[in-house]
C-alpha cells in the first residue's frame, strides 16, 4: 500500500527485521551528517548507515602521516548554521585530519546526529520495490530498511582501488593503503619503505615518511604539480572578510565557480608580458593557495593548452630550483598533462625532500615495476629490499563508491552497474533515469571533486530536502528522472568539458587510473554557481525534466531539457539580461553606435597577429577605410577580403577586430576588413557596391598587400555575411574579380521575416526579431528588398564559388542561412554548411568569451585553406589544445 511521506514516525529494526523510514541515507560523512540534520529538521524519519565505527567519511578513513585539506579550511567547513560557525575555530590555514575528524565530531554530537547512525554497518543491496513504490536496503548486519527515499551520501573519493600489481600478495613485510591508514598509527622508524604513487595523498606524506624512514623509495609513475601550503595560521585578510559578513562570503562562494570566494583573473596570458606573468605566479606560489593557483593567474589558464604551457613552465623552474640532483628534478618535472587537468596537489616540503641523502625517486616510466616479490619491489632494471610498502595509488572515483552497493535495481530489475556499464549517467548529478526518489550527493555529473566538497554538498542537500518537502506538500510519493532530461545533461557535460582541458590528461577524473573502466569525464566543468543556477531553474520551471507521481495526485511530467545551450552562451546572455540593457533599435542609429563602441571596449583585446595597418582605398565616392591583419609567418599570403556585422547600421572595419585576428591566426592568410559606408546616412545599395568596389580594389593591389597572386576570398558575419554573399554574385556577373570561396557566418539572405527561427529565438538571443526589423527599415526601403543585392537569396545563384555556411541555432537568421546554403547546393554550388548547436548569432566572433566557439572558428579556418588550396591548419594554428603538446593524451 502507498503511504505518504511522513505520515507514520520510523521504526526501529530489530534483529533480522526491516525498518522503515521515510529516507535511507548510506554514508555519514560531510553529507550524510548534513542530511540528517536537515531531514530530521523538516520532519523526516530518516537513518544513515557507514561501514565505519564513527562519522567522518572520508576524513576517517584517511589517516596517513601528513593528511590535511588543501583547500582552506576557513573555506572547508559548514555554513548552514552561523551558531555553528561562531562555535568552532580552525587552528590552521589548512586543517588536520584529526582536527578535521574532531569538527565532524563536534557537528555530530551539537545536532545529537549520531543516535539515527548504524555504524559498521555496509549496505550490500537497495531494491526499488515496484508495488509499495519504496526502496529495500540490504544490510552487511542482517536487518533492512524500507524508506521511501534513498540517499547516497558515499563520497567521490571512499573507494580504494586495489593495487594491480603483480605479487602484492607474496610481499612478506609490511603493507599499508594511506586510503585505509591503521588507528594506531604506524611506527617507520628505521625501516625500509616504499611508497607508491605520486598523488596528493603520497605527496602529503611523502616528507613526513621520509623523517622516519631509515630510507624512503618513491616509486613515481607520473611527476604532479605540487604548490607549497605554506601552512600556519589562517590568512588573516580572508579571516577577517569572513568574520566581518559571514554570510556575504558564504553567499559569495555559493555563486563562484570553485566554491570559494576568491575572485578569478580577468586578463589573459597574451595581454600580460612574461614579467607580469611570472610575478603573479611568483605571489600565488607564496600564497600557497591552490585555488588561486587554478584560478587567478590568468583568464585561459583552464582553457587553453598555449595559455596553460605558459605556468607549467613555471611550475618546472621552481622544481628545478629546489630540486638539487638534475637527474631526479627531470624525473619530477611534471610534462604529460596541462595543470590542473590532473588534479594538482598542495604539499609541505614535497620536492625538498628528494634532496635528502635517504629518498630515493623511481622513475617508473623509465623502470616499470615488474613485481613485487617477498622482500621487496623488483623494476625492470633493480630491485629494492623493502620492510614496509604504502600503497598511495587512489581510488576508483566518483563511482566506485556507488557500485560498491551492488545491486541497485531500479524499476524493472534494471541494476545501475548495468546502466553505467559505459560511463555514469545522471540527471544533474543528483538522480538516474528508471531508479525513482535515488539521489545522489555530489554523484558523477555534479561540480563535485572540481569544487570545494562543503559548498557542494550543502548545495544539493539543501536542493533535495527541499524537494522532499515540496513533494510531500503536494501529496506525490515518486519523483524520478526521464531520459529525455538526463540525455540533455549527458550533452551538456560534454559541452563543458570542451571549454576545459581535462581531455589532455589521464586522471581519475576521467577514469583512466582503474584498468578497464569507461573513460568519460565524470564531474560537472561548468562551474559551482552556474551549476546552483540550474539545479534552481529546474524547480523554478516546474521540476523540468521530473516525473512526479502520487496516490491520488494527477502524474505530472514537464519532460525537457534544462540548459539547450552551449555552457558559456548561457552564462554571456544571463550576464546580458541582468545588465538590462535598453533594446538597442530604441538608441537611435548614433546611439547604437555609441553602445557598441562602449561594448567592444570590455571585450577581451584579440590576439597578436604579426602586423596590423590601417589604411585607406579608394571607392567611386571616396575613400573607405580598411585594417590589415598579416600573420607572423612569412608572405605572401592568400588574403580573405573580410565585411563587419552590424546590420549595415553599426560597426566599422575595426568592430570585429578580435575575430579577423583569430582567423588570421588560424589560416595564416591577410585578412582585410573594409569599412563600407552605413545607413541611414548611406541606404542600400551603397554598402553591397562600397563593399564590390573595395573587393575589386583588394584584387588589383594584392601583392602591393603582401597577399599571393590568384583569386581572393570573402567572409563576412551577419549583415556582413549578406555582403560577402551579394559580392560574390557581383563578381560572377559582372566580370570579376574571381572569388575562389565564401565564408558566410550568420547571413542575412532574405527580407521574410516568417521563418520559425524568426518566431523561435525571437527575443532573449541578443540579436532580436525587432532588431532586425529596425536595421531592414534603415537600411532598405520595402520596395528594394527584394533586389537579391539586398536579398541575395533571391538572386541567380549558379556558378557562385565554393561556400562554407555557418547557421546558429538560436539565432532568428538561422533558417534564411540555410535556405540560402540549400538553395545554392541545388544551383549546383559546392557548399559545407556548420549548423551550430546550442550557439547563438554573436557566438562566434565573442573571441576569448564564448570559447566553446573555437572548434567552430577552426572548422571555418579550414574551410578558407580548402579553398585557397592550402592544407588543413596544423595544430598550432587551428587549434587552442595541441594534444600532442601531451603524451598522456597522445598514448
Ligand atoms: O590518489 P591519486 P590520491 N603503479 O589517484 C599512482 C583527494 N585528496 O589518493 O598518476 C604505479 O591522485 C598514480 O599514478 P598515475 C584529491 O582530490 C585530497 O593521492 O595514475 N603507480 C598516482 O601517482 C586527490 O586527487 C587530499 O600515473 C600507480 C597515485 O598512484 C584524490 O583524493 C589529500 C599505480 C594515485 O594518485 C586522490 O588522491 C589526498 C600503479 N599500478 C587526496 N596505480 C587533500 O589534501 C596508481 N598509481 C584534501
Redesign the pocket.
Known amino acids: 500500500m502507498l503511504d505518504v511521506i511522513g505520515a507514520a514516525p520510523g521504526s526501529e529494526a530489530t534483529g533480522g527485521g526491516t525498518q522503515h523510514v521515510d529516507v535511507a541515507v548510506v554514508g555519514a560523512g560531510f553529507a550524510g551528517l548534513f542530511l540528517l540534520h536537515r531531514l530530521r529538521q523538516a520532519g523526516f524519519t530518516a537513518v544513515a548507515m557507514d561501514e565505519a565505527d564513527d562519522v567522518g567519511g572520508t576524513w576517517y578513513w584517511?589517516r596517513y602521516p601528513g593528511?590535511?585539506?588543501?583547500?582552506q579550511t576557513l573555506d572547508y567547513s559548514y555554513s548552514f548554521d552561523p551558531e555553528l560557525e561562531r562555535a568552532w575555530t580552525w587552528s590552521e590555514k589548512y586543517a588536520t585530519q584529526p582536527e578535521i575528524l574532531r569538527y565532524l565530531g563536534f557537528v555530530a554530537d551539537r545536532y545529537d546526529l549520531r543516535r539515527d547512525i548504524r555504524f559498521g554497518t555496509r549496505v550490500s543491496a537497495a531494491n526499488w520495490d515496484e508495488a509499495t513504490q519504496r526502496w529495500l536496503l540490504c544490510t552487511s548486519r542482517g536487518a533492512k530498511v524500507s524508506s521511501r527515499f534513498y540517499i547516497m551520501a558515499t563520497g567521490c573519493?571512499s573507494a580504494p582501488?586495489p593495487?594491480?600489481?603483480e605479487g602484492v600478495k607474496d610481499f612478506k613485510g609490511e603493507v599499508y593503503f594511506?586510503?585505509r591508514w591503521p588507528h594506531q598509527g604506524v611506527d617507520l622508524n628505521g625501516k625500509r619503505v616504499a611508497v607508491?604513487?605520486?598523488?596528493?595523498?603520497?605527496i602529503?606524506a611523502i616528507p613526513l615518511i621520509a623523517e622516519q624512514a631509515s630510507h624512503l623509495t618513491v616509486?613515481?609513475?607520473?611527476p604532479?604539480f605540487a604548490l607549497p601550503a605554506h601552512n600556519g595560521a589562517a590568512p588573516a585578510d580572508r579571516a577577517a572578510l569572513l568574520k566581518q559578513d559571514p554570510a556575504a562570503f558564504r553567499a559569495q562562494a555559493r555563486m563562484s565557480m570553485t566554491g570559494v570566494p576568491l575572485p578569478p583573473a580577468t586578463e589573459f596570458s597574451f595581454q600580460l608580458s612574461d614579467a607580469e606573468r611570472r610575478e603573479r605566479f611568483d605571489k600565488l606560489w607564496a600564497r600557497g593557495d591552490l585555488v588561486g593557483m587554478l584560478t587567478q593567474l590568468w583568464a585561459d589558464q583552464g582553457t587553453d593548452a598555449e595559455a596553460n604551457a605558459l605556468l607549467a613552465e613555471l611550475f618546472r623552474e621552481k622544481i628545478r630550483s629546489i630540486v638539487k640532483d638534475p637527474e631526479t628534478a627531470a624525473a619530477l618535472l611534471p610534462n604529460d598533462h596541462p595543470f590542473g587537468a590532473?588534479?594538482p596537489c598542495?604539499d609541505t616540503n614535497y620536492y625538498a625532500t628528494f634532496n635528502r641523502p635517504n629518498v630515493t625517486l623511481v622513475n617508473?616510466r623509465q623502470e616499470p615495476?615488474a613485481s613485487i616479490t617477498a622482500s621487496g619491489i623488483q623494476t625492470e632494471k633493480r630491485s629494492f629490499d623493502i620492510d614496509v610498502i604504502v600503497f598511495?595509488?587512489?581510488?576508483d572515483a566518483m563511482t566506485g563508491a556507488i557500485k560498491a552497493v551492488h545491486p541497485i535495481t531500479g524499476r524493472d530489475g534494471q541494476s545501475l552497474t548495468d546502466l553505467w556499464a559505459n560511463g555514469p549517467q545522471s540527471y544533474l548529478g543528483l538522480t538516474v533515469a528508471g531508479f525513482p526518489n535515488l539521489f545522489l550527493i555530489t554523484g558523477p555529473g555534479s561540480p563535485s571533486?572540481l569544487s570545494n566538497m562543503s559548498v557542494s554538498i550543502e548545495q544539493h542537500v539543501d536542493w533535495v530536502v527541499d524537494r522532499l518537502i515540496a513533494l510531500r506538500e503536494a501529496g506525490v510519493t515518486t519523483m524520478e528522472a526521464t531520459a529525455v532530461a538526463q540525455s540533455g545533461w549527458t550533452r551538456h557535460l560534454a559541452d563543458c568539458a570542451t571549454l576545459t582541458l581535462h581531455r589532455l590528461a589521464?586522471t581519475?577524473y576521467t577514469g583512466a587510473?582503474v584498468p578497464g573502466k569507461p573513460q568519460v569525464l565524470m564531474p560537472y566543468t561548468g562551474g559551482v554557481g552556474p551549476y546552483r543556477s540550474i539545479c534552481d531553474e529546474v524547480v523554478s520551471r516546474g521540476m523540468l525534466g521530473f516525473r512526479l507521481t502520487g496516490p491520488g495526485v494527477a502524474e505530472q511530467c514537464n519532460d525537457g531539457e534544462i540548459v539547450r545551450l552551449q555552457p558559456d552562451v548561457r552564462l554571456v546572455l544571463n550576464m546580458l539580461a541582468e545588465m538590462q540593457l535598453p533594446p538597442i533599435e530604441s538608441l537611435g542609429a548614433q546611439g547604437a553606435r555609441d553602445f557598441v563602441a562602449e561594448f567592444n571596449k570590455a571585450r577581451p583585446a584579440g590576439r597578436p597577429v604579426g602586423e596590423v595597418i590601417d589604411g585607406t582605398l579608394p571607392c567611386p565616392d571616396g575613400a573607405l577605410a580598411y585594417r590589415l591583419y598579416r600573420p607572423a609567418t612569412p608572405g605572401p599570403h592568400g588574403i580573405v577580403v573580410y565585411f563587419h556585422g552590424g546590420g549595415w547600421v553599426l560597426g566599422d572595419e575595426q568592430s570585429d577586430d578580435p575575430f579577423c585576428r583569430d582567423l588570421c591566426r588560424r589560416t595564416g592568410m591577410i585578412f582585410v576588413s573594409v569599412g563600407y559606408r552605413h545607413a541611414p546616412e548611406h541606404r542600400f545599395p551603397v554598402a553591397v557596391e562600397d563593399s564590390y568596389a573595395a573587393t575589386q580594389w583588394i584584387a588589383a593591389h594584392a601583392e602591393e598587400l603582401g597577399g599571393r597572386p590568384g583569386p581572393l576570398l570573402v567572409a563576412g558575419w551577419s549583415a556582413g555575411a549578406n555582403i560577402v554573399a551579394v559580392t560574390c554574385q557581383l563578381a560572377r556577373d559582372r566580370g570579376g574579380p574571381e572569388i575562389g570561396g565564401q565564408l558566410l557566418l550568420c547571413p542575412v539572405t532574405d527580407c521574410r521575416f516568417d521563418r520559425p527561427s524568426y518566431t523561435d529565438n525571437a527575443t532573449g538571443y541578443f540579436l532580436t526579431r525587432s532588431l532586425m526589423y529596425w536595421f531592414w527599415d534603415i537600411y532598405c526601403s520595402p520596395a528594394d528588398r527584394s533586389d537579391p543585392r539586398a536579398s541575395p537569396l533571391r538572386g541567380n545563384l549558379a556558378g557562385l564559388p565554393p561556400a562554407y555556411v555557418v547557421t546558429c541555432e538560436f539565432d532568428p537568421l538561422r533558417d534564411e542561412g540555410v535556405a540560402y546554403a540549400e538553395a545554392m547546393q541545388t544551383a549546383g554550388v559546392a557548399v559545407e554548411q556548420l549548423k551550430a548547436k546550442g550557439h547563438f548569432h554573436s557566438s562566434f566572433v565573442m573571441v576569448d568569451v564564448v570559447v566553446t566557439g573555437v572548434s567552430g572558428r577552426i572548422q571555418m579556418a579550414n574551410a578558407l585553406r580548402r579553398f585557397a588550396g592550402l592544407p588543413q591548419a596544423t595544430e598550432q594554428q587551428g587549434q587552442r589544445t595541441d594534444p600532442s603538446r601531451f603524451s598522456a593524451a597522445a598514448g
Open positions: 584517511n593528511a590535511r585539506c588543501d583547500i573519493l582501488k593495487p594491480e600489481i594511506t586510503s607508491i604513487g605520486t598523488g596528493s595523498s603520497a602529503q616509486f613515481q609513475r607520473t604532479n590532473k588534479r598542495l617508473l615495476v598511495a595509488t587512489g581510488f571533486v589521464n581519475w587510473n
